[in-house]
């Protein structure tokens, strides 16, 4: 980053920060003094009709944990998060390794899986949800026959969803773990031919190791997408079967804006997901990168 | 994210010939063919699953069905329902169309301007900026929206397509001056100095010189700001409560459960078609530039 500026020192900075101005703007207005608000709200009584009302912390932390849809929510986030995180990235690698080598079949396969990521999050779930209905839907005979629909019971709900899910990220997440695989150099894998490796054991020993920048980017792109899961589930399921499908995100939004209307304990729900998140990613990448050395 | 970055950039280049090589050889035995069969099968069935739920909602929304506006043979139905449906679908179409523009206008010029400013000066509080500028990636939607929804009431913006459309500026920053510093580090020094040797301004020169340079860089921040806004949904979910105001994503989920309880299945399907078409035709367009966007920009920094 360090290159010899020509010009004046002070010129220089000037006409820098007046080309970095409308980012500056954009960056203060929209995020930090939101961000500076959303604590300020936590700490507040704060009715979504009234406005402030003056400091009660920590009250809205008090009832935002002790919510009775908050437990629920967090381990429902977590087990959602889990499984499309497993799910994605082990499709997204395999998907990858399929039509790594180009041709134009394999062109055309790409193009195919990375089809449904052109589609908007809220429109790939309105098509699901026709999908699923038991009146729409296409799969309707599966459905009469097995006797069972895909949003019915809670574990349907979830896999369903998941399905969706899969369906409209693979293609992405095959596209950035194609960029990795292409990131290794041609001749470590004829070296590990040369040396009598199996497939199996290029792919565990070599491949997987060198991907590993690779794994900790999608890791950590899935993890934080999957918490803060939100369209999907208000879409689909709206927090149903007998509330068993809300996520945090969902939490937050029904507190602030459905029946409770209390941006108070919206907020601290959004603060506590806040340092939740950041502490999740520190903790993902510490671990990609203690494996490392 | 440090991945190698030498053989990153290479990918573009190496793909092509490569590839020719790889069908010709393929193709011209028997057996081969034979072989490749079952790998064929599989790779085709395994495309037509995620093909075949887009083809099946654009043929459903034209074919009949009960309980929706097209009960007996095949037609425009179920879309006469999406046109008459409250404010009408133009009026919806209008709507997302003004706020996509809009935001990717913004996000173009901003990330054009700052860009430029991270990848060729130095100034005080630099580095703090941009690290600014990436941190809004870590912090959630939710978390940001709770509070520009009372902000922007504050400031006159409540219930405002603007206001969508600057809130959705704000979430393209970190990827698009990201990309655009990289696209204009890419860029050799010499050629704006040559520029400015020249007697050009350094507005001049980023004009006339650096422009056609970085864009690629330009056109793939614009396709990512356009389908984002597009087809956003949250945002416009708690900042306009308004229906005349809706955006298309929110005004075809609000279709469903309109009468009595009863959902018209044809004419959101009609509305998937209608969201989704814009996307694919940009998506197969610009579909180079979206996978190059991935590969010059994602994996590097």
């Known amino acids: ?293 | 994210m440090a991945v190698d970055s030498r053989s990153t950039s290479t990918v573009a280049t190496e793909e092509a010939p490569a590839s020719k090589g790889v069908t010709r050889s393929r193709g011209m035995s028997f057996y081969g063919v034979a072989l490749r069969m079952p790998y064929w099968v599989f790779t085709g069935a395994l495309a037509l699953i995620f093909l075949a739920p887009l083809l099946w909602t654009a043929v459903a929304s034209f074919s009949p069905h009960a309980g929706t506006n097209q009960t007996d043979g095949w037609g425009f139905g179920n879309y006469e329902t999406l046109t008459n449906y409250q404010a009408g679908v133009w009026r919806y179409l209008a709507n997302s169309a003004f706020v996509s523009l809009l935001c990717t206008a913004l996000t173009l010029v901003i990330s054009f301007f700052g860009g430029y400013a991270f990848a060729r000066f130095r100034f005080p509080g630099k580095n703090a900026l941009f690290l600014l500028t990436l941190a809004i990636l870590m912090v959630p939607y939710a978390t940001l929206l709770i509070p520009l929804y009372v902000l922007l009431n504050e400031v006159g913006l409540e219930n405002s397509l603007v206001g969508v459309a600057l809130v959705l500026t704000m979430f393209q920053l970190p990827f698009s001056t990201f990309l655009m510093r990289i696209s204009f580090e890419a860029v050799p020094r010499e050629l704006d100095e040559a520029a400015t040797v020249d007697g050009c301004s350094s507005f001049g020169a980023l004009w006339r010189v650096l422009l056609p340079a970085v864009k690629p860089g330009l056109v793939t921040v614009g396709l990512f700001a356009f389908l984002a806004a597009w087809n956003d949904f949250f945002a416009p979910l708690i900042l306009i409560n308004d229906t005349e105001k809706m955006t298309l994503p929110l005004a075809v989920s609000n279709l469903r459960g309109q009468v009595q309880g009863v959902v018209d299945y044809g004419a959101t399907e009609a509305g998937v078609v209608v969201l989704a078409l814009p996307c694919m035709v940009l998506f197969l367009l610009l579909q180079r530039h979206y996978v190059r966007g991935f590969m010059s920009g994602a994996l590097k920094g």
Not at chain 1, 113 to 126: D, Q, R, V
Not at chain 1, 236 to 250: A, C, E, W
């Open chain 1, 1 to 293: 980053m360090t290159v010899k500026a020509p010009r004046p020192r002070g010129r220089n900075a000037l006409l820098g920060w007046l080309y970095a101005t409308p980012t500056a703007v954009f960056v203060v207005a929209l995020f930090l003094i939101p961000l500076g608000l959303v604590v300020k709200m936590s700490l507040s009584k704060w009715p979504l009709l009234t406005g402030d009302q003056g400091v009660n912390a920590p009250e809205n932390f008090d009832k935002a944990v002790n919510h009775r849809f908050f437990t629920d929510s967090v381990i429902f986030t977590v087990k959602y998060t889990v499984l499309a995180t497993v799910l994605l990235l082990v499709l997204g690698l395999g998907l990858a390794l399929l039509v790594q080598e180009s041709s134009r079949w394999n062109n055309l396969l790409r193009a195919s899986f990375l089809i449904p990521s052109a589609l908007g999050l809220a429109s790939a779930s309105l098509l699901f949800y026709v999908f699923y209905s038991p009146y729409a839907s296409p799969l309707k005979p599966l459905m009469d026959s097995w006797g069972f629909t895909f949003l019915g019971s809670p574990n349907a709900a979830l896999f369903s969803t998941t399905f969706l899910i899969v369906w409209r990220y693979a293609g992405f997440y095959m596209v950035l773990m194609l960029v990795g695989l292409q990131g290794i150099p041609a001749d470590v894998f004829e070296a590990a031919r040369s040396d009598g490796a199996t497939r199996w054991q290029t792919f565990w020993r070599v491949t997987l190791p060198l991907l590993r920048p690779t794994l900790a980017l999608t890791t950590v792109l899935c993890v934080t997408g999957s918490l803060l899961a939100f369209e999907q589930f208000y879409i689909l399921t709206k927090g149903g079967p007998d509330n068993s499908t809300i996520t945090v995100v969902q939490l937050i939004y029904s507190v602030a804006f459905q029946g409770q209307n209390d941006l108070g304990v919206a907020a601290a729900i959004s603060v506590i997901v806040l340092i939740a998140l950041v502490v999740i990613n520190a903790l993902q990448l510490r671990a990609f990168r203690s494996e490392e050395s």
